[in-house]
Nanobody, 117 residues
Framework: VQLQASGGGLVRPGGSLRLSCAAS????????MGWYRQAPGKQRELVAV???????NYADSVKGRFSISRDSARNTVHLQMNSLKPEDTAAYYC????????????WGQGTLVTVSS
């Protein structure tokens, strides 16, 4: 299963960006889809995840600012990021777990988000 991420870019503090990630390939069901990020010199961390029932989980640092949603029919997940801060600058990676031709855990290519004035 392949994941294609899009939507990164440069934004000023307080601005917004929307990331999208589409899964393709043989997919019978998706357990959950989410976003992780990795800033230079830091470990990759969970940003937000949404499961098949629509239950969401967010890192404390993004609660109230970021919102994750999912289009199950299109196997797509979106991350709406508002009130962005310089500390949100990182490479953002899409992740999906599910069942296809076999059980899978897939990662998309990173999309860079830079928050700077």
């Amino acid at each position: 299963v392949q994941l294609q991420a899009s939507g990164g870019g440069l934004v000023r503090p307080g601005g917004s960006l929307r990331l999208s990630c589409a899964a393709s390939g043989t997919i019978f069901s998706i357990i959950d889809m989410g976003w992780y990020r990795q800033a230079p010199g830091k470990q990759r961390e969970l940003v937000a995840v949404i499961d098949g029932g629509g239950v969401t989980n967010y890192a404390d640092s993004v609660k109230g600012r970021f919102s994750i949603s999912r289009d199950s029919a299109r196997n797509t997940v979106h991350l709406q990021m508002n009130s962005l801060k310089p500390e949100d600058t990182a490479a953002y990676y899409c992740n999906a777990r599910g069942i296809g031709a076999k059980d899978f855990v897939s990662w998309g290519q990173g999309t860079l988000v830079t928050v700077s004035s």
